[in-house]
């Protein structure tokens, strides 16, 4: 769960509503960010609002889950550059 704070500019009795969620100037506000998670990111690239207890963005992927491009090889053989193109057996054709 983050807690969000609303920095407020000026007037301490100035509130703003976002998502519903009610913020006062200075008073946290707890929000389940894996049910309001555009919210808490939203509030947390905001200089006007401090959020604790929030790890942030999306997770990293896992990089043994998901090879970089590079390193995974072709499944099927690709013509190099002016070598020609050898027919794939398409339907219809013998």
């Known amino acids: 769960m983050a807690s969000v704070t609303w920095i407020g ?3 301490p009795k100035a509130e703003v509503t976002m998502r519903g969620k009610t913020f006062k100037a200075g008073e946290a506000v ?3 960010e894996k049910q309001y998670p555009d919210l808490v990111e939203k509030c947390s690239s905001n200089p006007m609002f401090k959020v604790e207890g929030y790890g ?5 992927s896992d990089p043994e889950l998901h090879p ?3 390193t995974v090889s072709a499944q099927y053989p690709v013509p190099k ?3 020609p193109v050898k ?4 339907k219809g054709s013998k």
């Open 9 to 11: 500019e000026g007037d």
């Open 30 to 32: 707890d929000i389940d």
């Open 56 to 60: 942030g963005g999306t997770p990293e």
């Open 68 to 70: 970089a491009p590079s």
């Open 81 to 83: 550059p002016g070598e």
């Open 87 to 90: 027919p794939t057996g398409a």
